[in-house]
């Protein structure tokens, strides 16, 4: 079991992240994102910072994708730079493990437009393209994390729009401009090809959509609300292939959140044992502090120490 961070933090300084995020979270350091910063600093933004043969510039309603290098790309990029080498600063070369953070390939398609103001979602072939700059910015970053860290380096994409886009609820520009719902099976096989470690979709507040989860090894969901029994189910199906999760908690009383957390094991009808092998535990917050960090990692280390006690 590993506590966290899934990447969005609070406050507007690197160095303060890093310094949070080595403190309470040794064992799976992450890049922090800090969208408190403003403009390019979202996931969206922070993600196609990374697309090396596409450029986005803002448009009317958010990003759009232009055909020549814009500045603010230009800007998005040197902002990562300077981030990573203050990660160096902070953290050293010399790490056991390292993860970046990505937008998916779906909730990248729906979140960004065309020149003509439709989602790239709309037109089959810039999803294609967009999802082939993804691919390789995802190979780049992740072989930049490694050489400055000389660390094992782990990918999580997030999902937030998945379930929405494979149901078809996705908006259009207008009420007349209907987006068609992405088969489950085709959404899982493109993730697939990124080979991520872990993914973070909204299952609970949208129709769950388990098969996907199998996109990779350890899915990352809110703990609040997977009681009801469609997520009963799910997860537990889920944890039977031989899969992971990791569980978002609400800061609290830590003992509270672990005794639930086991307990709920024992709704699932699996032993507790696979608590210390098959879950992780992260930060439910939006924006986290060091607070929150804290709190997941004191979670962690109970139930990996006191799981069938509690």
Known sequence: MTAFGLGPMAGKSMAVAADIVVGETGELLHVPQLPERGLGSDSVGRTASLL????????????????????????????MDR????????????????????????????????????????????????????????????????????????LQLDEPLLPQIIAGRVPGTHEFDTIPAIPAEVALARLEEFHADYLHADFLHAAPEWAVAS??????????????????????????????????LNTGDRRAAAIAVARYFDLLGHPREWLVDRVDIYPAAKLPGAKDYAFAAQVADILTRDAGDL
């Open 52 to 79: 090396p043969f596409l450029s986005v510039d803002l448009g009317p309603r958010g990003w759009r994708l232009t055909a020549r290098p814009q500045l603010i790309t230009r800007q998005m990029r040197d902002q």
């Open 83 to 154: 981030d990573l080498d203050t990660l160096q600063e902070v953290w050293g070369e010399s790490l056991p493990r390292v993860k970046a953070q990505l937008m998916g390939p779906w909730s990248l398609a729906a979140s960004v437009e065309l020149a003509n103001g439709h989602r790239v979602l709309t037109d089959r072939g810039a999803v294609a393209d967009l999802h082939q700059a993804l691919l390789a910015g995802a190979v780049e970053h992740r072989a930049d994390l490694a050489r400055r860290f000389g660390a094992e380096v782990s």
């Open 215 to 248: 996109a990779a090894p350890t899915l990352l969901v809110d703990f609040a609300g997977l009681d009801a029994p469609q997520h009963v189910d799910g997860l537990g199906q889920h944890l039977d292939a031989g899969r992971r999760v990791g569980l978002g």
